[in-house]
């Protein structure tokens, strides 16, 4: 009986995690210039977390390490995607709740950061409602923020499940 195994090595299945989050932030930036959807602060902040999951990816794609190291790349990976499905999913919260009920987060994140240091303008932009409340795009009834949540937890999980694993020797396929 024949058995036919792709064995994918953990350097090209971090490059495929790679492209997933370019291709996020491509989207991103085709909505804002494109579409001209402008983002919301919370929607920046999940920018941030979505660019500094791909900068562990392409890392730990450069680096290739053994496993101890692939290891701490696999909780690098976790934290950052942890952290943007809280963000996201803190924004799905806000979209829940009626238009209005929660405090306007004021200026944009930019114009926040310069009046603020940063850990008091993210948490005001975290408490804040104001346009992060808006739905303004969605896909089969979920806004954005949710499907960059569910994409974050996929994201999340492949790569630390890549990480963990052991690298098999080559990629090759086994017949028996």
């Not at 979505?50 to 680096?63: D, E, K, N, P, Q």
């Not at 979209?95 to 950061?113: E, N, R, V």
């Amino acid at each position: 009986m024949a058995r036919n195994v792709l064995v994918i090595r953990r350097r090209t299945a971090n490059a495929v995690g790679l492209a997933a989050t370019l291709g996020m932030l491509g989207y991103a930036l085709f909505t804002q210039h494109i579409q001209a959807l402008q983002p919301c602060n919370m929607c920046l902040l999940q920018r941030a977390a979505v660019l500094a999951l791909g900068a562990v990816f392409f890392l730990a794609m450069v680096h290739h390490p053994r496993l101890l190291w692939a290891r701490v790349y696999a909780g690098l990976v976790g934290v950052c995607a942890a952290a943007g499905v809280a963000l996201a999913a803190r924004q799905v919260w806000m979209q829940a709740q009626p238009l209005g009920s929660l405090p306007s987060c004021g200026a944009d994140l930019y114009t926040l950061l310069d009046m603020l240091p940063v850990h008091q303008a993210v948490g005001l932009v975290w408490r804040g409602g104001g346009d992060c409340q808006a739905v303004t795009w969605s896909l089969f009834g979920l806004s954005m923020a949710a499907w960059v949540a569910l994409s974050l937890t996929a994201l999340g999980v492949f790569g630390v499940w890549n990480n963990s694993r052991r690298d098999p020797p080559s990629i090759r396929f086994l017949s028996r």
